[in-house]
């Protein structure tokens, strides 16, 4: 059984396991149940292994979590048993995406699949789109931004940690009425950044596109934020930190989401 695996079965079904079979470090059960024990101390007598080596849990001992992505049952449409899938694979299905990570082309290439995906099956319904990323590559990050403005369903954006840089210009992207933010989440703008090196010419001309792109940003920003383009020009100068209120005051967001989640 795998690291991920057995770290889904303890959280999964409550079941003894036995060990699960980590290279590093894993948890076995205690005659009864499992038990799962994440940076704390042991509180009861468990056998732990660590490389097939077997010693005993005690006052001092720390028994770590296995790393992976955690798993979750799920049924295909027509297989006859459910099978562990990824379990950002399993909100996929419910029009979830999340950009959890640095903007670069592989995430954007990942993300403009999935909505184009999603869009063929249904482009009545909205797509969902969780942000919690200190943004990344520009150009990755427009291929983003326009697919979201091709597709007819509407993408709606929510912040649940950092949107910073390119993650809050998608952040804004998402449709009118419908970008949200968790109350303690954090919105960063600046202007974009690069370097360039080699010929003089070539420096030159890689200036040029820098000034471009960042001309054409400002006047994204301005459309989704109702804001004037000498305003963003002085804000965007430097790092510019907002928290979930001001954000929304600045017109990136709509609404600060507050209270418990009303989903079933």
Partial sequence: MSSTAGFVSLFGSGLSLGCSSSSTRFVCGNGSKSLFLNGT????RVICMEKKKQTRCNANSIVMMPIGVPKVAYRVPGASQAEWVDIYNRLYRERIIFLGQEIDDEIANQIIAVMLYLESEDNTKPIYLYINSPGGSVIAGLAMYDTMRH??????????????????FLLGAGEKGKRLALPHSRTMIHQPMGGA???????KVEAEQILRIKKNLINEYSRMTGQSYDKLVKDLDRDNFMS???AKDYGLIDQVIEGKS???
């Fill in 244 to 246: 979930a209120y001001e």
């Fill in 151 to 168: 597709i007819k369903s509407e993408i709606v954006t929510i912040n649940v940690g950092l949107a910073a840089s390119m993650a809050s």
């Fill in 41 to 44: 101390r042991c509180s009861s």
């Fill in 197 to 203: 090196q080699g010929q003089a010419s070539d420096i």
């Fill in 262 to 264: 009303t989903a079933m």
